[in-house]
């Protein structure tokens, strides 16, 4: 039976233009605020890390909220995407403002400010973007295949996006200046940027009504799938295994990208050139965007996302491990091509991973015949969160306790062990976790059962 189809071309592109808007956020806070807060203004690494862990516990709380909320919304543009639309414009106020700490104020007074416009960025604005960003998926389309192509198409601008900050930034800042100042007009820029790009994404598509949405589930008694109490929709979760395993995943990936973000410190101390930065992100974001424009082909040759996935990982660990082995020998050419290969095998998981939660969405829709979705990838965002501040932290303390020294022109012995073990070990212990988890991700099976079983 042939699946219905719900978007042409242009709604799937105009749907993942919306990541230009989220990474112009999300890479340029993740490659380059601790540099910033470090090296400009001059902050200690360890007790940054420790702001932005501790402000990743709101972040949770924010997460599972907006989630909640976005279940419960009903307006004229839908339930998804007025809360994208109107959270954005925070998001660029906010991001300017984490690029623009007075110079003038006391050490104490840098603290909490960065603290307050951190918190409210990620844990307000981004959060709930994000989340109705990717809750769309499970709601603009029932068809399993062109839930696979939104997240490619996600995917794409995302990586394109976060390559290209990653290779003229730390160029355009120089030009700029090269000093605080700098770093704001950056910040706006971007900003101006993201406006655009997620204002066409929100107006690209359109959600289904209820009545579509569930036109493929036929159902003999009539279920409720809007009234549950916060503790039934934990309960849900928690019983939805590949739920657990996507949540896991996620914080393991967050944890990945957060020590690869620590790029701009290995190039500007081990290998001495931070433009290198550039060169490592075209290693990486080029075979990324060959993976996810492969990934679509690669699900329908292969019947599912569940054997790409795993054989990706295979490649990607193996490769993973040629980066490390080049890192020590210090052959710069080897590693950018093991890292880019590597990077290749990443690429279906990151194309097909929000297909991955709309049908673990679906699991539990089949199960106990309530649709979550807003709460489903509200707090599967909850596991990047988690992912992404204790990887924060955890490079910060890092950092810190090796005895980094801002702006040194030669960092001591235990300095530069520490960079390499953050940029060149624990990538691949992350990358092997992900591998193993990924051999239990059978949600595809798991929902064919179901429906035969009806």
């Known amino acids: 039976m042939t699946e219905k ?41 360890g007790i940054i890390g420790t702001l932005m862990m501790v402000s990743k516990i709101f972040d949770g709380v924010t997460d599972i909220f907006f989630g909640s909320m976005i279940d419960r919304t009903k307006t004229k543009l839908g339930k998804a995407r007025p809360w994208m639309l109107y959270a954005y414009i925070g998001c660029a106020v ?39 960003y990717g809750a769309l998926t499970a709601l603009v389309t029932r068809n399993g295949t062109e839930r696979v192509q939104l997240g490619t198409f996600r995917f794409i601008f995302a990586t394109a996006t976060s390559m290209t900050i990653q290779a ?112 490592f992100s075209l290693a990486i974001n080029i075979p990324m965007i060959i993976g996810l424009i492969s990934t679509p082909f690669l699900v329908s040759k292969f019947k599912g996302m569940y054997k790409v996935n795993i054989v990706g990982y295979i490649i990607s660990t193996i490769f993973r491990v040629l980066v490390l082995v080049g890192g020590y020998i210090g052959n710069v050419p080897m590693m950018l091509i093991c890292l880019a290969i590597s990077t290749l095998g990443m690429g279906p998981l990151q194309g097909d991973i929000n297909a991955l939660i709309a049908a673990s969405s679906d699991y539990t829709y089949k199960k106990k015949g309530v649709r979550i979705d807003g709460t489903m990838f ?8 988690i992912g992404g501040g204790i990887g924060v932290a955890l490079t910060g303390w890092l950092l810190e306790a090796s005895g980094y ?13 520490m960079l390499n073990f953050i940029y060149l070990w624990l990538p691949l212990i992350i990358n092997i976790a992900i591998m193993c988890l990924l051999f239990f991700l059978k949600v595809e099976q798991a929902n064919k059962e179901l429906s035969t079983d009806k």
């Not at 006391?106 to 960025?121: D, P, Q, R, S, W």
């Not at 509200?378 to 969160?385: E, F, I, R």
């Not at 702006?407 to 530069?416: E, G, I, K, L």
């Open 94 to 132: 906010l991001l300017v403002a984490a690029f623009a700490i007075p110079a003038s104020w006391g050490e104490t007074a840098k603290y909490i400010y960065f603290f307050i416009v951190y918190t409210l960025l990620n844990a307000g604005f981004f959060t709930a973007n994000n989340i109705a």
């Open 405 to 417: 020294i801002e702006n040194a022109a030669v960092q001591s012995a235990s300095c530069v062990s």
């Open 168 to 279: 003229i930034t730390v160029g355009a800042v120089a030009f700029l200046g090269n000093d605080a100042n700098a770093w704001k007009w950056m910040a706006i820029i971007y900003a101006i940027i993201g406006i655009v790009a997620n204002t066409i994404s929100v107006f690209s598509v359109k959600e289904l009504p209820d009545d579509k949405t569930n036109e493929e589930e036929i159902i003999e008694e009539k279920k409720e799938t809007n009234k549950y109490s916060f503790k039934q929709a934990m309960k849900y979760l928690i019983q939805n295994k590949y739920f657990v395993i996507i949540c896991c995943t996620y914080i393991l990936t967050q944890l990945y990208t957060a020590m690869t973000g620590m790029g701009i410190y290995y190039t500007k101390y081990i290998l001495g050139d931070p433009n290198l930065l550039g060169t």
């Open 378 to 385: 509200s707090c599967t965002s909850l596991g990047v969160k």
């Open 5 to 45: 189809k719900y978007l042409k071309w242009y709604n799937k592109i105009g749907y993942g233009s919306g990541d230009i808007a989220g990474n112009v956020v999300y890479a340029f806070l993740t490659f380059f605020l601790m540099i910033y807060l470090t090296d400009t203004v001059g902050l200690n690494a």
